[in-house]
């Protein structure tokens, strides 16, 4: 690969690119724009947390 030797705040300490999102950015964008709430369960906020 010939970006393999490049830094990258991508890649951790032994060199293995890790990041959030694998694919296009526009791909991620594009799932990312609107929020479906059905997906989420909603708690309410604790006070005090643990």
Same mark, same amino acid.
């Given at each position: /690969? %010939?970006? !393999?030797?490049? &830094? *990258?705040? =991508? #890649?951790?300490? *032994?060199?293995?690119?890790? %990041?959030?999102?694998?694919? =296009? /950015? *526009? &791909? =991620?964008?594009?799932? !990312? #724009?609107? $929020? &479906? %709430? &059905?997906? =989420? !369960?909603?708690? +309410?906020? $604790?006070?005090? +947390? %643990?």
């Amino acid at each position: /690969m %010939a970006w !393999t030797q490049c &830094d *990258s705040w =991508y #890649r951790n300490r *032994s060199g293995r690119h890790v %990041a959030n999102w694998l694919g =296009y /950015m *526009s &791909d =991620y964008i594009e799932r !990312t #724009r609107r $929020l &479906d %709430a &059905d997906e =989420y !369960t909603f708690v +309410p906020r $604790l006070d005090h +947390p %643990a």
